[in-house]
């Protein structure tokens, strides 16, 4: 039996930057993961589609050059090149989560299936740890929907995608969401036939409906085959005039059922928790559909067990995982300090081009907490600044909400760069300042960020130019001008 300060499950995000910081903290720390330290957003998430995408941004810029000052011959595509690319690009980040990087830490770093014996114990490789304190950070696996047939066809998730090394000719996605979107507009851009299969009205429905619905249009426009409001209801394998075999996927969209034919299809359906396996009920740790159960300091219905990340939720990014561990660290180890989590400004981002970014309220909820009449929504278009325009990137809009007072409660983000922009709002919300903080501050010109600027103007060209001090001016201009 060994004794730990704090045994931590799972090394991706959360993890690791739960056992890292405790151990800096001078805690004797256990960590332990069943497969490879990184997690999803190494392997399979961030970072390789990251890098595709980056892909196909290249080979757009590319095409976009000709006929602009550059003549060149059709650019050609080697798929398994562009994946040896992606996983080149792994292992070149790989090291900052390397098992002997945190040992040198301290932690005593084990490959194992973690199992809990007791409300202070677990058994992991025939070792019994006991610990003060624990944090489960064992994340999702990829969702497979109840659709009819599915488990007999050959369908791809996030967690094998990045393996494929023939480029489909046509790539199905059922889920039109951040995985959906950003792969579909990369795969689409690297020539494949992209087909997008959405249940709901819209595609990305956690984001601002009114730029989702741009975003939407702009793919579009590029070739992808959307469908929202559509339902797959069957797949299956058949075989074409060529003897290859093709995924069929039977689909209604109101009162119409169509099929569509495609050599790859992507299950974009989103993530369930990772609970099974732990024993976490000898534990007396309470799940539920989204998780671990936990309040607002991270802490289990176990007071000695914390969960973070995507096994917790609710929100399945990595960098809420990071901010929830260290969430974890304060509680565990400092109870004193008893943080609570705040999510209210919590920004993201999804990385196709152009990106769309989020911070704050949105402006459907602001509606319902405020009143229509409460709050105030300016929109800048991205064509009007001549940064974007020099870039050959005019696409979007920043919408940006306010209260009467000009206070910034919100913002949303479609256009280049858009998850580097939206910081400059999220700082805003978080420190409560008014439109007045973005609008006064001087931005250097030619620049993205301008856009920021721009659209605070709006308040003040609304409060200043279309009300009574326009009249004062005026008035005072008449009596003070010179007379003849």
Same mark, same amino acid.
């Not at 993890?15 to 069943?34: C, H, M, P, Y």
């Not at 109101?254 to 369930?272: I, N, Q, S």
């Not at 870039?391 to 479609?414: F, H, M, Q, V, Y």
């Not at 999220?426 to 301008?450: D, E, F, N, R």
């Given at each position: 039996m060994e004794s730990f300060d704090l045994v931590v499950i799972g090394g991706g995000a959360g993890g690791l930057v739960t056992a890292s910081g405790a151990a800096q903290l001078g805690?004797?720390?256990?960590?332990?993961?069943?497969?490879?330290?990184?997690?999803?957003?190494?392997w399979t $998430? @961030?970072?390789?589609?990251? =890098?595709?995408?980056?892909? !196909?941004?290249?080979?757009?810029?590319?095409n976009r050059a000709q006929g602009k000052g550059f003549t060149f011959g059709k650019v050609k595509v080697?798929?398994?090149?562009?994946?040896?690319q992606v996983h080149e690009t792994i292992m070149s980040i790989q090291p900052h989560d390397d098992p002997d990087r945190f040992r040198k830490m301290g932690i005593d770093v084990i490959e194992g299936t973690a199992k809990f014996s007791g409300h202070d114990r677990l058994e992991v490789n025939g070792r019994t740890l006991v610990a003060g304190r624990f944090c489960i950070a064992t994340g999702g696996d990829a969702l497979v929907p109840p659709i009819e047939?599915?488990?007999?066809?050959?369908?791809?998730?996030?967690?094998?995608f990045f393996d494929?090394?023939?480029?489909?000719?046509?790539?199905?996605?059922?889920?039109?969401?951040?995985? $959906? @979107?950003?792969?579909?507009? =990369?795969?689409?851009?690297? !020539?494949?036939?992209?087909?997008?299969?959405?249940?709901?009205?819209?595609?990305?429905?956690?984001d601002d409906k009114e730029l989702a619905c741009m975003l939407h249009s702009f793919l579009d426009e590029e070739g992808l085959d959307i469908h929202v409001s559509t339902r797959a209801l069957k797949a299956e394998k058949i075989m074409t005039e060529k003897v290859d075999e093709k995924i069929r996927l039977t689909c209604k969209k109101g009162d119409e059922t169509f099929t569509v034919d495609g050599d790859a299809l992507l299950l974009a359906t989103g993530k369930r928790p990772r609970t099974s396996g732990m024993e976490l009920e000898v534990a007396g740790v309470l799940?539920?559909?989204?998780?671990?159960?936990?309040?607002?300091?991270?802490k289990t219905s176990n007071p000695r067990i914390y969960a973070c990340g995507d096994v917790a939720g609710p929100y399945l990014f990595t960098h809420s995982a990071e901010y929830q561990a260290g969430i974890v660290i304060s509680n565990a180890l400092i109870p004193l300090l008893n943080r609570k989590v705040d999510y209210s400004v919590l920004p993201w981002c999804t990385y196709t081009e152009p990106e769309l970014a989020h911070a704050g309220m949105s402006e459907a909820k602001a509606r319902k907490t405020f009143g229509d009449d409460k709050i105030s929504v300016f929109r800048y278009e991205l064509k009007e600044n001549d940064r974007h325009i020099i870039e050959g990137a005019s696409k979007g809009r920043i919408k940006l909400i306010t209260r009467g007072n000009g206070k910034i409660i919100g913002c949303d983000i479609l256009g280049a760069h858009a998850g580097e922009l939206i910081h400059e709002y999220a700082l805003a919300i978080k420190k409560g300042l008014s439109v007045g903080a973005i609008s006064g501050l001087i931005h250097a010109y030619p620049t993205l960020a301008q856009a920021n600027k721009r659209v605070s103007d709006r308040y003040f060209g609304e409060k200043f130019f279309k009300g009574k001090i326009?009249?004062?001016?005026?008035?005072?201009?008449?009596?003070?001008?010179?007379?003849h």
């Amino acid at each position: 039996m060994e004794s730990f300060d704090l045994v931590v499950i799972g090394g991706g995000a959360g993890g690791l930057v739960t056992a890292s910081g405790a151990a800096q903290l001078g805690a004797k720390v256990a960590l332990i993961e069943r497969e490879r330290l990184g997690g999803e957003c190494l392997w399979t $998430g @961030c970072v390789p589609s990251k =890098a595709l995408i980056e892909a !196909g941004k290249t080979l757009r810029r590319l095409n976009r050059a000709q006929g602009k000052g550059f003549t060149f011959g059709k650019v050609k595509v080697d798929f398994s090149g562009v994946m040896d690319q992606v996983h080149e690009t792994i292992m070149s980040i790989q090291p900052h989560d390397d098992p002997d990087r945190f040992r040198k830490m301290g932690i005593d770093v084990i490959e194992g299936t973690a199992k809990f014996s007791g409300h202070d114990r677990l058994e992991v490789n025939g070792r019994t740890l006991v610990a003060g304190r624990f944090c489960i950070a064992t994340g999702g696996d990829a969702l497979v929907p109840p659709i009819e047939g599915i488990r007999g066809v050959p369908f791809l998730t996030h967690e094998n995608f990045f393996d494929l090394r023939k480029q489909p000719e046509h790539l199905i996605i059922i889920g039109a969401g951040p995985i $959906g @979107c950003e792969l579909g507009q =990369a795969m689409n851009s690297l !020539g494949s036939k992209v087909t997008l299969i959405e249940t709901l009205d819209c595609v990305m429905h956690n984001d601002d409906k009114e730029l989702a619905c741009m975003l939407h249009s702009f793919l579009d426009e590029e070739g992808l085959d959307i469908h929202v409001s559509t339902r797959a209801l069957k797949a299956e394998k058949i075989m074409t005039e060529k003897v290859d075999e093709k995924i069929r996927l039977t689909c209604k969209k109101g009162d119409e059922t169509f099929t569509v034919d495609g050599d790859a299809l992507l299950l974009a359906t989103g993530k369930r928790p990772r609970t099974s396996g732990m024993e976490l009920e000898v534990a007396g740790v309470l799940t539920g559909k989204s998780g671990i159960q936990v309040d607002a300091t991270l802490k289990t219905s176990n007071p000695r067990i914390y969960a973070c990340g995507d096994v917790a939720g609710p929100y399945l990014f990595t960098h809420s995982a990071e901010y929830q561990a260290g969430i974890v660290i304060s509680n565990a180890l400092i109870p004193l300090l008893n943080r609570k989590v705040d999510y209210s400004v919590l920004p993201w981002c999804t990385y196709t081009e152009p990106e769309l970014a989020h911070a704050g309220m949105s402006e459907a909820k602001a509606r319902k907490t405020f009143g229509d009449d409460k709050i105030s929504v300016f929109r800048y278009e991205l064509k009007e600044n001549d940064r974007h325009i020099i870039e050959g990137a005019s696409k979007g809009r920043i919408k940006l909400i306010t209260r009467g007072n000009g206070k910034i409660i919100g913002c949303d983000i479609l256009g280049a760069h858009a998850g580097e922009l939206i910081h400059e709002y999220a700082l805003a919300i978080k420190k409560g300042l008014s439109v007045g903080a973005i609008s006064g501050l001087i931005h250097a010109y030619p620049t993205l960020a301008q856009a920021n600027k721009r659209v605070s103007d709006r308040y003040f060209g609304e409060k200043f130019f279309k009300g009574k001090i326009p009249k004062m001016v005026q008035w005072w201009l008449e009596r003070t001008r010179p007379k003849h």
